[in-house]
């Protein structure tokens, strides 16, 4: 990959900075803090590159420095043979139950944001 | 203005559920807003509107993945040779910049559009629906769409496309599936390309097609050349099977 290249974390990151900073605004905030979002480990987000893009893209915003806060999900496959579900954070994983490959995605695959919270201008 | 797809604005929409409530605790300005929304689901959205437009035009669209140079295009004008007498074909590239691929498909006398992403690494959603402007969708049996060059990115982007088919040249190495499984775990069918190149390469097919399967128990596989010919056939076969 080349250096140059947008990653779609960049623009995943400068468009959920946007909205987070409309909403909080409407709202009267001076500051945003503790953004609480969650990411899969089959969503297709890297999250060092997401992390990397917010804290770029919230350089001249009301977001303070450390407000991204990452809870990383590791994905869950349900089997198509026993039905139980089990961990396949990479989707590589065979059922542990029964060694049946065969399985669908529960969860796994988001990129939820939250919540945040936010400090309001004195009035 | 966007108006094919609805959504007002050349960026994603901004219809996320918002609900707020007062944190009882520590300091009276402090407000927590609860959010409540996947960022991926703006695509999603227009992903369905896509998917649905494609079923009521009675079009298969097929969605070609793979790294830069692992043979898309090549593919691709092999199976306008084989296809373009009994379909009507229409293609979408997507670029970061340049047309040469545009330029090698067209050539071939079917429609074609190109998306030039600029620096983004992945087709969307919303890129799609505007693309479609550029087609008569009554006049449509397949729309294939090559997607960026690019074996990460384009995974997390479905398109509404009916068939996501992921083309591996065999020159990138048997252990790309086990490395990349986001991109093969959505894929319909996985095209084994450049086999021309078997006996100078030490690739392990059996090991690339067990990751595979590993990761995607219901895909198709098929080895392909588009040097030679090989297994074109029963790929076309395959998208031929789609349209019926
Ligand atoms: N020997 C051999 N070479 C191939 C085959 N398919 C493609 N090539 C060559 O591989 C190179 C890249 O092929 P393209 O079809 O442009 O690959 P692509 O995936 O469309 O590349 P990008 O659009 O740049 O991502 C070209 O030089 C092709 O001639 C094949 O089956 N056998
Ligand atoms: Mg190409
Ligand atoms: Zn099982």
């Not at chain 2, 550029?134 to 397949?142: A, G, P, Q, R, Y």
């Not at chain 2, 006996?199 to 198709?220: C, G, L, Q």
């Amino acid at each position: 990959m080349e250096e140059k290249l947008e990653m779609h974390e960049w623009s995943l990151a400068s468009d959920f900075i946007a909205r987070i900073e409309e909403e909080a605004k409407q709202r009267g905030a001076s500051k945003i803090t503790n953004i609480k979002m969650k990411i899969g480990s089959l969503s297709g987000v890297s999250v060092e590159a997401f992390k990397f893009a917010f804290s770029v893209g919230i350089k001249e915003s009301i977001i303070s420095e450390d407000a991204l806060k990452i809870e990383e999900i590791s994905a869950v496959s349900k089997c198509s043979d026993c039905d139980k579900e089990f961990s396949d954070t990479m989707g590589l994983d065979a059922c542990p139950y029964c060694g049946s490959y065969s399985k669908k995605l529960v969860s796994g695959n988001e990129m939820f944001a939250v919540s945040f919270e936010m400090e309001e201008k004195d009035v | 203005m966007c108006e094919s797809c609805g959504c007002g604005q050349p960026e994603a929409g901004k219809n996320m559920s918002v609900h707020e409530h007062e944190h009882e605790h520590i300091h009276n300005h402090d407000k927590k807003v609860d959010l409540g929304f996947d960022l991926l689901e703006e695509n999603r959205k227009l992903a369905a509107k896509n998917r649905e437009l494609f079923r009521k035009k009675k079009i298969v669209t097929v969605n070609i993945l793979g790294s830069p140079g692992a043979g898309k295009t090549s593919l691709l004008s092999k199976t306008l040779d084989e296809l373009k007498d009994n379909f009507r074909i229409g293609i979408i590239t997507g670029d970061l910049t340049g047309d040469e691929d545009m330029k090698r498909l067209a050539r071939k006398k079917v429609v074609v559009h190109q998306i030039q992403t600029g620096r983004v690494c992945h087709l969307d959603a919303h890129m799609i629906a505007h693309a479609l402007e550029h087609f008569s969708l009554d006049e449509l049996d397949i729309l294939f769409i090559e997607n960026v060059g690019n074996l990460v990115c384009p995974a997390a982007f479905d398109l509404g496309e009916t068939k996501r088919v992921v083309v591996l040249s065999i020159a990138e190495g048997a252990d790309k599936p086990s490395k990349y499984p986001e991109i093969f775990s959505g894929a319909d069918a996985v095209l084994l390309s450049k086999i021309d190149f078997a006996p100078y390469t030490d690739f392990d097919f059996s090991r690339a097609e067990t990751d595979i399967h590993r990761i995607r128990f219901t895909v198709e596989l098929m080895r392909v050349s588009s040097r030679t010919g090989d297994g074109i056939k029963s790929w076309c076969d395959w998208l031929a099977r789609l349209t019926k």
